[in-house]
C-alpha cells in the first residue's frame, strides 16, 4: 500500500510562523506538513487557482478479489 508520491523540498521560515503554523496543526489533529499544504491549498483557491483535488492515501484492507468460480 504506497502513499501517493509527494515533492520533498527544504523551506525556511521564521521561528514565529513555525510555532503559529504548529499550533494550529494541533488544533486541526495534523501535523505540520498537512498543515502547511492545506494552508497553500486554502490560499490558492482565494487567487482563483484551479487546483486537482489532492490524492489521498489508500487505507484499510485491499478490496479481495472477485473469484466467481470459487465460493
Known amino acids: 500500500m504506497?502513499?501517493?508520491?509527494?515533492?520533498?523540498?527544504?523551506?525556511?521560515?521564521?521561528?514565529?510562523?513555525?510555532?503559529?503554523?504548529?499550533?494550529?496543526?494541533?488544533g486541526d489533529l495534523r501535523s505540520?506538513?498537512?498543515?502547511v499544504e492545506c494552508l497553500l491549498r486554502e490560499a490558492l483557491v482565494r487567487r482563483g487557482v484551479k487546483l486537482a483535488p489532492p490524492e489521498r492515501?489508500?487505507?484499510g484492507r485491499p478490496p479481495k478479489e472477485n473469484d466467481d468460480d470459487q465460493g
Open 57 to 59: 492515501a489508500r487505507r
Open 2 to 26: 504506497a502513499s501517493p508520491p509527494r515533492k520533498a523540498f527544504p523551506l525556511r521560515l521564521d521561528p514565529a510562523l513555525y510555532a503559529a503554523i504548529e499550533r494550529a496543526a494541533a
Open 32 to 35: 505540520v506538513n498537512a498543515e
